[in-house]
Structures are given as structure tokens and as C-alpha cells.
Nanobody
Framework: VQLQASGGGLVQAGGSLRLSCVVS???????????INWHRQAPGKERELVAA???????MYADSVKGRFTASRDNNKKTVYLSMSNLEPEDTAVYYC??????????WGQGTLVTVSS
């Protein structure tokens, strides 16, 4: 199983971006059972959880992004999205997708950089 994140870029404050995390080399049932999360790491800061998705459960969000970010899953495409709106300079970070399998194994994607200019 592999994760590949994409969609980052440079955007002005108040703008929007949508990140994608494609899960490859996994059968559909495996994808469906995976917890898939978005984390981010800003320069000089620790990595933090942004959104946590599990099929059949409400998505959980960090307080700092509630109302602005929406995580969604397309099970047929084995893809998880993070739609970000009303972006702030404080959202500048490398965004990572992370998965936890039923076996307990954990996987990380390579990260995609989001830069928000003021």
C-alpha cells in the first residue's frame, strides 16, 4: 500500500486549495477499512493532526481548521481529499496524508507544500 499526496501550491490569504491523497496497491476493502488522516508540519513546529477520516464515523478536525477545511473520501477512486478554504498564512505547512491499517501498520505519504501569502 502506498500513499501519494498532491495539490499543494502557492495561494493568497483567503484563497482555496484542494489536496488529494491517492492510495495505491490496496484493494477496495482495505481502503474502506483504513483510517486516513491529514497532518501538517509548519516550519519550526511539530507535526499536527488536521483531519481524521474513518468510514462510518464523523470526520474529526483540529480546532484551528474547523469551518474552513473539509476532508472527504472517494472510496471508488481510493482517494481522500482535503478541501481548504479561507486559507490563512498560518496554514502554511507541508501537508501529509497518513493511514493506519487494521493490522496496526502506519503509512505516510511524501507530503505536499502549501504556502499562503498575506
Amino acid at each position: 500500500v502506498q500513499l501519494q499526496a498532491s495539490g499543494g501550491g502557492l495561494v493568497q490569504a483567503g484563497g482555496s486549495l484542494r489536496l488529494s491523497c491517492v492510495v495505491s496497491r490496496a484493494i477496495l476493502s482495505t481502503f474502506w477499512s483504513m483510517d486516513i488522516n491529514w497532518h501538517r508540519q509548519a516550519p519550526g513546529k511539530e507535526r499536527e493532526l488536521v483531519a481524521a477520516t474513518t468510514n462510518g464515523r464523523p470526520t474529526m478536525y483540529a480546532d484551528s481548521v474547523k469551518g474552513r477545511f473539509t476532508a472527504s473520501r472517494d472510496n471508488n477512486k481510493k482517494t481522500v481529499y482535503l478541501s481548504m478554504s479561507n486559507l490563512e498564512p498560518e496554514d502554511t505547512a507541508v501537508y501529509y496524508c497518513h493511514a493506519r491499517l487494521n493490522s496496526g501498520a502506519e503509512l505516510w505519504g511524501q507530503g505536499t507544500l502549501v504556502t499562503v501569502s498575506s
